[in-house]
């Protein structure tokens, strides 16, 4: 039975990608507790922001529940919850970085990489989000982008303190590089 289950999901998933509709990613790893859990939480945050009389306030509902709808795997209201936290908080850590992910699962690169160089204009010296910057680039085929943000991040005081990163962040642009020529 579990096997025709998730050949029926694979298979609608696939009539809605096909079809235009928004993308959902593969949730089936999540318990029937773990789904109805999440969708508490939601529905908590949705009342909360109801009743929220600050841009503080209704940005922590925001960004709650745009979270569980991102667990839950409907990105698209996941997108537009962010989207609202971005408008209270142009620079909000964890909404940049979360819909970075949420576009690159999407394989929808250059959105992935907007948000992720959002992310990155406020913490240029971050190395986890200098990688995934260099990661999202050299996706996109920005090979030269890539290796002038290592260059930039290889002179500051933090990169001179992070040689094996940057090491292996060069290796990784340059067998794009050789890969890219052949």
Request: hydrophobic share 35%.
């Amino acid at each position: 039975m579990k096997t025709y289950t998730k050949f029926m999901a694979i298979i609608m998933t696939s009539f809605f990608v096909l079809s235009g509709c928004a993308y959902t990613p593969d949730r089936s790893y999540m318990t029937q507790e773990a789904t109805a859990k999440e969708e508490k939480i939601l529905q908590d945050a949705k009342d909360k922001y109801n009743q929220s009389k600050t841009d503080d306030e209704k940005q922590k509902q925001l960004f709650e529940m745009a979270f569980r709808y991102q667990n839950l795997g409907d990105y698209d209201n996941a997108i537009s919850s962010y989207e609202q936290v971005l408008k209270i908080s142009p620079t909000h850590y964890q909404s940049l970085n979360n819909l970075a992910t949420i576009y690159e699962e999407m394989k929808e690169i250059p959105k992935a990489l907007k948000y992720e160089q959002k992310l990155y204009e406020n913490n240029v010296t971050d190395p986890e989000v200098i990688n995934d910057v260099i990661r999202l680039l050299v996706e996109n085929k920005q090979l030269a982008e890539a290796k002038k943000l290592l260059e930039t991040f290889a002179v500051s005081s933090v990169g001179k303190n992070n040689l094996e990163f940057i090491s292996g962040q060069y290796v990784f642009i340059t067998d794009a590089e050789k890969k890219a020529t052949k």
